[in-house]
Nanobody
Framework: QVQLVESGGGLVQAGGSLRLSCAASGSIFRLNAMGWYRQAPGKQRELVADITSGGSTNYADSVKGRFTISRDKAKITVYLLMNSLKPEDTAVYYC???????????????WGKGTLVTVSS
């Protein structure tokens, strides 16, 4: 079993900042990557940013230059610093972790329950 516990969502005015956190725990043989996805009402879930075990990062074009993903390997925690927030960033943000549970069970995706970010204009 793997648990992903998210925190940091809330209501913020346009131009403001929020920092999301996601802590992973449980049966983790190897953590391949962690990231953040979001889903706005009526839209599909989309990748916001992710970071690999080697530290490589990837961002959606819509958040480049505004959002920064980082991690604390010792705490198995990933962060998403969101600056210059826009109303269109309003969504439920989900933490994702891709985990190897053993040498045979690899690349399993796990999801947090989501945290709501609301940006008012």
């Amino acid at each position: 079993q793997v648990q992903l516990v998210e925190s940091g969502g809330g209501l913020v005015q346009a131009g403001g900042s929020l920092r999301l956190s996601c802590a992973a725990s449980g049966s983790i043989f190897r953590l391949n990557a962690m990231g953040w996805y979001r889903q706005a009402p009526g839209k599909q879930r989309e990748l916001v940013a992710d970071i690999t075990s080697g530290g490589s990062t990837n961002y959606a074009d819509s958040v480049k230059g505004r959002f920064t993903i980082s991690r604390d390997k010792a705490k198995i925690t990933v962060y998403l610093l969101m600056n210059s927030l826009k109303p269109e960033d309003t969504a439920v943000y989900y933490c994702n972790a891709r985990i190897d549970h053993s040498l045979k069970i690899k690349g399993m995706d796990h999801w947090g329950k989501g945290t709501l970010v609301t940006v008012s204009s």
